[in-house]
């Protein structure tokens, strides 16, 4: 194992790494557009120079080889002055447009000029224009005059996404990213995680677009319930601090945007291009009214109801959901397990058009807790299930049931959390809450429990599902 050294100090090193890894790996941040930890080297920003002591010149550290006792010097001044001149040439025909740009407050461009340059252009010579807003896809936009060519975008459709749906046209100060014509890149499911990737502006989120600057939200860390993979996420959505007061309150309530966390056990640093469409999901018409018997009511008066049938219920059947936390389906398990014979249900299944499963991340099962409910109660309700003969009380938890299944005359019991025409057909019907108002984890296919927590407070007429439970608790006492 070779030993380096760095601005003097001594770093241990597998022998397979270069510098910008062992750099990185010991929290020294060498500066870099092209470089990405998960990505081949490309070596064209070239901002990542650092000397080796002893030698007049620069080498760039993101493909320099680690070697016994190789000595290098991250802030010399012929590597400050390299650094400048570089910054001085990214930004020579860059609009320097930050005042209306969506990566203002994120850009690595921004962060490396203040940091490193600091000075206005010394050119006076007319900036050389470029294509802006070229659609690369239904989903993102590209400004070519922001693209300092990096290639990220480019090798992430090669070696991750493998599409190998952009590339880079022409040379010199006339190159230009555009997708291939065969229209691959807008199938990528994985497309969206170029604009993570783009370390400057130019490849926006059209979702995104002008739609808020990045320091008035806030990033709640979350779980993807798109599929079992439980991607870990990160929610954006309006700091209480920054409360819109006279536009629409309901952006103060509203997921901007949804971005990959890095999770290696889980995700890496990407997800989906349908884990980043989940605003829409979470942001369905809720229900917020209790029902009883046919008629509106108190959630209390309706927690009461449901108390009383499942006192009277002699063979309670109860459907869970796939997409309850561990935490409620522990309080379900501790409060109403023994009183009811549990089935797990899937909540939601495949959509038209949605990518089912590939060998990347997406999973066949678009649930994120199958296996944390299995866990608690092993018998899955699938296609071609049936009630235990005798059944006399259905609970369904959640969505994916629909109760014209089931004969009028039996007892049923709802709880969901959207607006459903088919709630008004339940005995009891009560609003439960959803996984952006409330703290929880889940556990996905392959064993990993991942926590989420909660981005907005509940309406009082809604329950915890975990509340619920316990309140409902009485009804088993007696009839145990």
């Known amino acids: 194992m070779p030993r380096i050294y760095i601005d003097g100090l001594p770093y241990e090193a597998d022998s397979r790494q270069t510098v910008m890894e062992v750099a990185a790996a010991n929290g020294i941040v060498l500066p870099g557009f092209c470089w990405h930890p998960k990505l081949s080297v490309a070596g064209n920003c070239r901002l990542c120079a650092v000397q080796v002591e002893g030698r007049s010149w620069v080498e760039i550290s993101c493909n320099m080889p680690v070697a016994q006792d190789l000595k290098v010097l991250t802030d010399s001044d012929i590597v400050r002055e390299y650094r400048k001149s570089i910054l001085a040439l990214t930004t020579l025909n860059h609009p320097v447009d930050c005042g209306i740009c969506d990566k203002a407050g994120e850009c690595l461009l921004q962060d490396y000029h203040y940091e490193h340059n600091g000075a206005p252009s010394t050119s006076h010579e007319v900036k050389v224009h470029a294509t802006k807003f070229h659609a690369l896809s239904s989903r993102i936009t590209l400004d070519n005059e922001r693209c300092v060519l990096c290639s990220r975008c480019v090798r992430f459709t090669h070696e991750i996404s493998k599409t190998k749906s952009l590339g880079i046209v022409q040379r010199g100060d006339t190159s230009l990213v555009r997708a291939s014509g065969d229209g691959a890149f807008e199938t990528d499911a994985y497309s969206d995680n170029v604009v993570d990737l783009c ?28 599929c079992a993979r439980g991607c870990a996420v990160n929610l954006w959505h309006r700091k209480p601090e920054w409360k819109l007061q006279a536009l629409d309150a309901r952006h103060n309530r509203a997921i901007e945007r949804i971005t990959p966390r890095d999770n290696p056990a889980v995700n890496g640093p990407w997800i989906c291009n349908r884990g980043r469409d989940l605003a829409p999901l979470f942001e369905r018409e809720r229900a917020t009214q209790a029902i009883c018997a046919g008629f509106s009511v108190a959630t209390p008066a309706a927690i009461e109801g449901a108390r009383s049938l499942i006192e009277r219920a002699r063979r309670p059947v109860a459907l869970v959901s796939s997409w309850a936390s561990n935490e409620e389906l522990a309080a379900f398990a501790a409060a109403l397990g023994r009183h009811f014979t549990v089935f797990v249900k899937r909540d939601r299944e495949p959509e038209p058009g949605e990518v089912v499963a590939d060998d990347i991340l997406i999973c066949a099962d678009k649930n994120p807790n199958s296996t944390g409910a299995l866990a608690n109660f092993a018998s899955a309700w699938g296609p071609g299930s049936t009630l235990p003969e005798g059944t006399d009380l259905l609970l369904v938890w959640g969505e994916g049931f629909d109760l014209a299944q089931v004969p009028q005359s039996l007892r049923t019991i709802v709880l969901d959390a959207w607006k459903n025409p088919g709630h008004a057909r339940a005995d009891v019907f009560i609003p439960v809450s959803i996984q952006t108002e409330r703290r929880g984890t889940y556990t996905n296919f392959e064993g990993t429990v991942s926590g989420f927590e909660a981005c907005f407070e509940k309406d009082d007429s809604v329950a915890h599902a975990e509340d619920l439970f316990a309140a409902l608790a009485a009804a088993n006492v007696a009839a145990a």
């Open 199 to 226: 370390p400057v502006g130019a490849l926006l989120s059209r979702s995104f677009l002008y739609k808020s600057r990045v320091w008035y939200l806030k990033a709640t860390p979350s779980v993807c319930p798109g």
